[in-house]
């Protein structure tokens, strides 16, 4: 199991990207440069495809998309110098194939996805490793035993936890994690 590391949270609505520039500018001044963005930001509104307002469509692109390019671009810089880094991207199994009710999300994580894959090629052969967690099920809690059949949010961390860490003869780009009960 990792070591429990001390953390400090800010806010941010990534959707904004002036929110985005206030937020990494203030960890660089409390903290100093990221070694590790994990990026966990997600929207998505549910419903068919002629029922999501098209607002709601847009959204989803601006927080998983253009949240996810905006953030690399604030951190990337002192990784490059550093030529080590990690970039973690919470993925969805809607990133590989959207249902009915998924048109606003499956569309945004799938180019989510595609967005990152061409980070990990850019950014790969400079020393920093880029990876998608694909959660597939539904995240409980830690007091869950996951019998039930959803996710530990400290076994989801293990997992990020290994792929930030690895070393480079044995990157992972893209990584699933789901309940034993998943019906996949």
Known sequence: MAEALEGKAYACDVSDPAAI?????????????VDVLLYNAGSGQFGLF????????????????RGLLQSTREVVDPMRKK???AIIVTG?????????????FAQAK??????????ARQLGPEGIHVAVVIVDGMIGTDDQSG??????????????????????????????????????
Do not use: C, M
């Not at 180019?111 to 990152?116: D, Y």
């Open 83 to 85: 030529g080590a880094g």
């Open 21 to 33: 520039k206030r937020a990494f500018a203030q960890v660089r001044e409390d903290l100093g440069d």
């Open 147 to 184: 019998e039930e059949g959803s996710l530990r949010p400290s076994d989801i961390a293990e997992t990020v936890y290994h792929l930030a860490t690895q070393p480079k003869s044995a990157w992972t780009f893209e990584t699933d994690v789901r309940p034993f009960k998943e019906d996949w």
């Open 50 to 65: 002629e029922e999501v307002p098209d607002e709601a469509f847009e959204k989803g692109w601006q927080i998983n998309v």
């Open 92 to 104: 969805a199994t809607a990133s590989l194939r959207g249902k009915p009710f998924t048109a606003a």
């Open 110 to 119: 799938a180019a989510q996805r595609s967005l990152a894959q061409s980070f």
